[in-house]
């Protein structure tokens, strides 16, 4: 039995196939469903949990060599949340693109995990390095 540590094991099998180079998506809870790709949905209730929950689960144990975010985060959400974000991903590069650049490239992941998040725009997609 795991004691630490991701718990969920199909967190787990997702995070297993990510290989060099390939994307990893975290969503809020209104990001699309994408039928070509797993998605793992652990949202419960509002903010629970919240991309960056997920994020600091996954670091430890997952080498992010860049993060590409829609621009729409930066016009529609408050320089506080803007500062975690950027915070919690320190030392890594981010790319902001439009939303809809941004969503044409989800389907090329190898699975995305959507969370229970209600900031808007809240979305990223991880490249391993």
């Known amino acids: 039995m795991l004691k630490t540590g991701i718990l969920n094991p199909a967190v787990l ?13 975290i ?4 990001f699309p469903f994408w039928p070509m790709i797993e998605t793992v949905d652990i949202s419960l ?3 629970i949990p919240t991309v960056l929950d997920v994020l600091h689960a996954i670091r430890p144990n997952f080498t992010i060599g860049h993060v590409s975010m829609a621009e729409e985060f930066l016009k529609n959400n408050a320089q506080e949340a803007q500062t975690r974000f950027r915070s919690a991903l320190e030392g890594i590069h981010i790319d902001f693109e439009p939303h809809i650049l941004f969503k044409k490239r989800v389907p090329s992941a190898i699975g995305l995990i ?5 900031i808007q725009y ?8």
């Open 13 to 25: 099998s997702l995070l297993s196939r990510v290989r060099h180079t390939n994307t990893l998506v």
């Open 27 to 30: 969503a809020d809870r209104g």
């Open 45 to 47: 209730v509002d903010d």
């Open 114 to 118: 959507r969370t229970g998040d209600t």
């Open 122 to 129: 809240a979305n990223m997609i991880l490249e391993s390095a």
